[in-house]
């Protein structure tokens, strides 16, 4: 009796993957710039958190690296949400921004949704904007989250189309859950949500052929909950002794899986690499250009 090798999984390189998304970026934004047309990108940061710090300066390198005008505004975590919003409005006015990103979390003294939704909708390139949201939710036009956005780019690459797969979304916040499942149904996939207190979860992921884990938990996703073939998206970053790791068991899933995102190097590298195609297609709505090919759902 010939013994059965364990597989494993495709890994699905979204470092690789953003690194060329940026170099198609920055030839587009080449072209703009032929048309006297530079895209310009605002990052808002108040406070001094760590992690932000970190996230802002990696934002700015990278935004001039494809050419466009990184803006960086630096405020003291004492900062009134009036001063916030009234720096905003002049962002909104702004014709060289054309789009604007404050860096979350904000201090605890300010209303994160005002904030969010005091952002001109065409320049919300974070996707966080309600009536962004309520675009994607109806099929219109709209800017969308940049880690969905990513997470669609992968699967679409990987399995090509989308259509009658079983996907599984494990989270259901606004910033990944619900705007994934949103673009799962565009792209006609049938989509299940689920989170930390779905009843039958492990038996839910066991029918996906699309499993996205975005739950915030370290290893929530057991290697045995996979199912045989499927490609996994782990959304998750979490810090531990042990280094970072994502919200699904790796180590497991990978003998199971047919593809998976590693962390770190999978969704990770495509949050930011979105965010400039983001930044790339308002500077092409907002001059009345075509939407630039590729980039957008």
Request: one cysteine or more.
């Amino acid at each position: 009796m010939t013994a059965t090798l364990p597989m494993t999984a495709t890994l699905i390189d979204g470092k690789a993957f953003a690194a060329g998304l940026r170099a198609q970026i920055a030839t587009q934004v080449q072209a703009m710039k032929a048309h006297r047309i530079t895209p310009g990108l605002a990052v808002v940061l108040v406070g001094e958190d760590p992690a932000s710090q970190v996230y802002v300066r990696s934002k700015g390198r990278m935004t001039r690296e494809v050419g466009m005008n990184s803006y960086e505004h630096r405020l003291p975590p004492e900062t009134s949400q009036q001063d916030l919003l009234a720096l905003i409005d002049r962002l909104n006015a702004d014709p060289a921004v054309n789009g604007i990103l404050v860096q979350l979390p904000l201090p605890a003294h300010m209303d994160e949704a005002a904030v969010i939704n005091s952002i001109d909708p065409a320049k919300d390139v974070d996707g966080f904007h309600i009536l962004n949201a309520g675009r994607l939710a109806t099929g219109q036009k709209a800017m969308v989250p940049c880690t969905p956005l990513g997470c669609l780019m992968l699967l679409r690459d990987h399995l090509g189309s989308l259509s009658g797969k079983n996907a599984l979304v494990i989270g259901r916040s606004n910033i990944v859950g619900k705007p994934m499942a949103q673009l799962l149904l565009r792209d006609s996939a049938t989509v299940t949500i689920a989170h930390s207190r779905t009843a039958n979860l492990p038996d839910l992921c066991r029918q996906a052929d699309i499993l996205i884990a975005a739950v915030g938990r370290a290893l929530f996703v057991k290697g045995d909950w996979i199912k045989p073939g499927a490609t996994v998206i782990d959304v998750g970053i979490n810090r531990t002794d042990d280094g970072l790791v994502g919200d699904v068991d790796f180590d497991a899933a990978k003998q199971v899986a047919g593809a998976i995102t590693p962390v770190p190097g999978g969704v990770g590298p495509m949050t930011i690499a979105c965010l400039l195609a983001n930044t790339l297609t308002a500077t092409a709505r907002a001059n009345g250009l075509p939407d630039p090919e590729g980039l957008t759902p």
